[in-house]
């Protein structure tokens, strides 16, 4: 009875710090809309849309989820995350004003810790954007060995923002069509997931 006991108290520790080291990720649900109509807080309205749309379009992806591909030379579900990486950085990099340095090697993560990344590079874009009142300091810039180039806000709505809401659908097609589609419950529209 001691051990079985024991035993207990050690997994009831061990499941404990477990769930105390998970970090919740942001866009479970979308965060509450800000009462005034800013052009900050539209853009970041936006970016929220996008964060939630994500985050259940790559909620409960399996290691073969990962690896689908449509078949006609299409990207896979992986290489799709791996873009959306890639555009979210672009998001967040116009949001602060720092430069998107083409000549660095991208870093090598895993499917949990890109979900992980992108997801956190959405957060803080959106709360970068709602508290800006210069809308036009928010350019894009690309740097790479031949130069640097820089594209207005505009550039940032209709090409990484729209972008990856394009490919946050794609992947929700694409696991429906590898036997995994996302939860039912997800409420686009009011950005919950219901009851």
Not at 77 to 84: A, K, M, P, R, S
């Amino acid at each position: 009875m001691r051990t079985l006991f024991s035993s207990m108290l050690i997994l009831l520790c061990f499941t404990s710090n477990a769930q105390e080291n998970m970090t919740e990720l942001p866009y479970a649900s979308i965060p509450e809309a800000s009462e005034s109509y800013t052009a900050g807080a539209i853009v970041s309205r936006m970016i929220d849309g996008l964060g939630f749309r994500f985050y259940w379009a790559s909620e409960g992806l399996t290691a073969d989820n990962l690896k689908y591909e449509p078949g006609n030379e299409g990207r896979s579900i992986d290489q799709t995350l791996d873009h959306i990486l890639g555009l979210s950085t672009v998001i967040l990099n116009s949001a602060k004003n720092v430069p998107n340095d083409r000549t660095v090697p991208a870093e090598k993560l895993t499917g949990d810790e890109r979900r992980q990344k992108t997801l956190e590079n959405l957060k803080v874009a959106s709360e970068l954007y709602a508290a800006s009142t210069d809308m036009s300091a928010h350019t894009i810039i690309f740097k790479t060995d031949k130069g640097s180039s820089t594209y207005p806000l505009w550039n940032n709505i209709n090409g990484p923002i729209e972008d990856a809401v394009w490919h946050a659908g794609q992947i929700v097609v694409l696991r429906r069509s590898a036997g995994n589609p996302i939860n039912p419950k997800v409420n686009v529209f009011l950005g919950i997931l219901n009851d």
